[in-house]
């Protein structure tokens, strides 16, 4: 008993150790400068039960969402080169605010990190969770991954992930099905013929040009998801 | 007459190469990917004549000001790395929207690329006379450049330009008295007993913390510039 015991606590704790080091590896994001400080403020802010969070990396980061949407409920919490990782890590703070609805877009630095698909799609899971759980009455909405284009030769490490980025997105619109929540599948409208970004959308394969945000903006009230 | 006409031309062809030349070294912004599209993207947006503008580069850009000063009138200008002369470059667009005030915060990187002290006034003299020009009713607003902190060891081409920072900051505070314009002196409140940044309000020795934004937030109040 206490052998078996004994051999038991040793593979927890191998587990455990093996889970940390890769935590270590994946959850940090690229911009450790201004990750704390930007979290921080966010969580100063007020918050009004009639938010409507747009939540994720840079890509969401980038858009000036209040005036692209012409609303003062909307609140951009995109963080350049954030991951799956750290929005978990700072959701409590959407949580806390009570919004009305989160659109969230997150995963391709995870991806460009070789953080596995199954991984990134349990935290999917898990941001599910904790916001009904926390936020019953807030709508979630995941949006598809956008595809990257390799041409630009910029980003290197998140181009060539095509494989990946249609996996996870298959992921979430099972997922979103499942769940019942709302799936805003950008990918299908950002695409080309050949599953790229299209070109006139984005100035380095990854982060969108003006014509990319208004693409975006369209979907979103072609769909009536933002009035 | 037609010797020294030459001549004249001469020289006027050799002082306007050299400016150009000059220009060319100087006028780009360090985030060529992102200028054109953000420009564009500020073009698109609607203005109102209640319009509040942070106008800057990413000292500015990275606050939330909408919600800081909770205000929807309350429009973010600022774009990383940009300098006097990109401001000048997009001014049009600030000027087109006749705002009701502008809050310019712009130098550091012309100091840290070596654009003389006198042509960074001079570029301010020029936003001046533009603004006036263009948006007679929008009320001017200075705010002196904040002092760096070298400790950081992370932006060092910013860093030791003390002496700049404060011939610049002289020399703004003279215009606004001369144009009678407003000045806000951030430096006064953001400098250390040995003229360095305060070592919370900063994160690299050159942008602000949750910290920074609150202490700028707590003087734009104090001093009534914004209700």
Known sequence: MSKSFTCCSLLCLLFAFHGFSQEQKWDSTYRPDIYPSKVAMFRSFEHSKKDIVFLGNSITFWGEWAELLRSKHIKNRGIPGDMTFGVLERLDEVIDG?????????????????????????????MIERIKTGSPRTKIFFQTMLPTNSSFNKLTTHYHKEEHIKQVNEGLKKMAAVQRIGLIDLYAVF?????????????????????????????????????
């Open 98 to 126: 009570q919004p009305a609805k989160v659109f969230i877009l997150i995963g391709i630095n995870d991806i460009a990190r070789g953080v596995p698909d199954s991984i990134i799609l349990s935290n999917y899971e898990r």
């Open 191 to 227: 695409a080309d013929v050949d599953g790229s970004l299209i070109k006139n959308l984005t100035f380095d394969g990854v982060h969108l040009t003006k014509e990319g945000y208004y693409k975006w903006v369209a979907l979103l009230k072609q769909g009536n998801y933002i009035p």
